[in-house]
C-alpha cells in the first residue's frame, strides 16, 4: 500500500541546479532510511545518494559527491536531493526509495519501497 512520489524534474542547463522531493505518506517515515537512485538510457540502475533515519549520516555515489545532497523532514515524510552543477551525463530518470535496514545501503536490491521516477533533463 505504500506508495513514494517523487516530483521537481525537469530540464535545466549545465550548470544549474535542480531540486527533487519524495514523499511517502503511506510510511512509518522515521523507521525507514531513504536513497536516490537514477537510471539512464541504455544503463543500469545507480545509487546516487543515501541517507539515515534520522538524517544523521548521509551517503553519495563518486560521481555526485560534492554536487548533490540528500535530506529529509520526517515530520512531513518527505526527502530531498539537491543537485548544483549538475551535467549532462547527470540525465537520467530518479528514483526515491525507503529500506527498513538500518543503513541506506547502495543496493537496490535491499530497498522495500520505491516511486514511479521523475525525469531529470541536463541540456549541453
Known amino acids: 500500500q505504500v506508495q513514494l512520489v517523487e516530483s521537481g524534474g525537469g530540464l535545466v542547463q549545465a550548470g544549474g541546479s535542480l531540486r527533487l522531493s519524495c514523499a511517502a505518506p503511506g510510511l512509518s517515515f522515521g523507521w525507514y532510511a531513504m536513497g536516490w537512485f537514477r537510471q539512464a538510457p541504455g544503463k543500469e540502475r545507480e545509487f546516487v545518494a543515501g541517507i539515515s533515519r534520522s538524517g544523521g549520516t548521509t551517503y553519495y555515489a563518486d560521481s555526485v559527491k560534492g554536487r548533490f545532497t540528500i535530506s529529509r523532514d520526517n515530520a512531513k515524510n518527505t526527502v530531498y536531493l539537491q543537485m548544483n552543477s549538475l551535467k549532462p551525463e547527470d540525465t537520467a530518470v530518479y528514483y526515491c526509495?525507503?529500506?527498513?535496514?538500518?543503513?541506506?545501503?547502495?543496493?537496490?536490491?535491499?530497498?522495500?519501497?520505491w516511486g514511479q521516477g521523475t525525469q531529470v533533463t541536463v541540456s549541453s
Open positions: 526509495a525507503a529500506t527498513d535496514r538500518a543503513i541506506a545501503t547502495r543496493s537496490e536490491l535491499e530497498y522495500n519501497y
